[in-house]
C-alpha cells in the first residue's frame, strides 16, 4: 500500500511517498501554495498518479502537547483533503521534524538557499518513514 506524507505549511507543502511495501519513504516535491482549490486538486492528481491509498498528515502540536492555532489550520486542511480524495488520512505528531531537517541539511553543508527549497520535503519524509516504522513495529 503507498502512503503519502504531508508537512503542511502555509506556504508550502512538502510530500513524501513510501515505496509499494510500505517500509521506506521517498521525497517527492515540494507544493508551492497558491489556492485551496488548486492545492487540493494537485494533490488528489497526484495520488491518483501514484496510486496512494492512504494520506499521512503531520500535525504540528505545541511542545507541550496542546494543540494551538497551527494545529487548527492544518487539521481543516486535511479535512478538506480527505473530503476531496476520499482516503484514509492519520495525523502524525510532527514536533521538531523541520529541525531536525534542517539540522541534517546544515551538518551537510547545503547552502541557505537550497535548503529552503527542500525543508519542506524532508520534514514529509521524517513524518512518513516515523508513522511507517511504527506500523512496522507491530
Not at 46 to 67: A, S, Y
Not at 74 to 96: H, I, K, S, V
Amino acid at each position: 500500500m503507498r502512503i503519502m506524507g504531508l508537512d503542511v505549511g502555509d506556504r508550502r507543502i512538502g510530500i513524501a511517498l513510501s515505496d509499494p511495501m510500505g517500509w521506506i519513504a521517498q521525497g517527492h516535491s515540494v507544493l508551492h501554495r497558491t489556492s485551496l482549490e488548486k492545492d487540493l486538486e494537485h494533490l488528489q492528481q497526484l495520488c491518483i498518479e501514484m496510486e496512494v491509498e492512504k494520506l499521512v498528515v503531520g500535525f504540528p502540536r505545541n511542545m507541550n502537547g496542546t494543540v494551538g492555532p497551527r494545529a487548527r489550520q492544518t487539521e481543516e486542511f486535511a479535512r478538506q483533503l480527505q473530503g476531496y480524495t476520499n482516503l484514509p488520512l492519520e495525523y502524525w505528531d510532527e514536533r521538531m521534524t523541520t529541525q531536525i531537517a534542517e539540522k541534517v541539511l546544515i551538518e551537510a553543508d547545503v547552502s541557505r538557499s537550497k535548503r529552503r527549497k527542500v525543508i519542506d520535503k524532508m520534514a514529509a519524509i521524517s513524518i512518513l518513514q516515523n508513522y511507517l516504522d511504527s506500523l512496522n513495529k507491530k
